[in-house]
Nanobody, 128 residues
Framework: QAQLVESGGGLVQAGGSLRLSCAASGQTFSRYAMGWFRQAPGKEREFVGAISWSDGNLYYADYADSVKGRFTISRSNAKNTVYLQMKRLKPEDTAVYYC??????????????????WGQGTQVTVSS
């Protein structure tokens, strides 16, 4: 049974930073693209960022325009973990952040990232 568990959410002031982690288990997630979505109250879930899988050392990353230059996604296959480093946070970044895995090997590189496996979410609140 594939499982994704997020951590690292919390309350931070505007301009601050947080790093989210997503620990994967139950599957060989090193061969999956991994990414993050978020959902704010009253809004639809939206894509935040994703990182491709790789059989070498070359990874591709994709980000929503709203977070480019502020958020960075990375992964450690040895730890089966993907990270989302968030800097210069804004109140509009407040949302529940969900980790996801995409089974499509072309994800991020040639096709948009989609979630096949999902975590339970972690709350990020940015105060003004």
């Amino acid at each position: 049974q594939a499982q994704l568990v997020e951590s690292g959410g919390g309350l931070v002031q505007a301009g601050g930073s947080l790093r989210l982690s997503c620990a994967a288990s139950g599957q060989t997630f090193s061969r999956y693209a991994m990414g993050w979505f978020r959902q704010a109250p009253g809004k639809e879930r939206e894509f935040v960022g994703a990182i491709s899988w790789s059989d070498g050392n070359l990874y591709y990353a994709d980000y929503a325009d709203s977070v480019k230059g502020r958020f960075t996604i990375s992964r450690s296959n040895a730890k089966n973990t993907v990270y989302l480093q968030m800097k210069r946070l804004k109140p509009e970044d407040t949302a529940v952040y969900y980790c996801a895995a995409d089974l499509d090997v072309t994800s991020v590189v040639r096709t948009p990232f989609r979630g096949h496996y999902w975590g339970q979410g972690t709350q990020v609140t940015v105060s003004s």
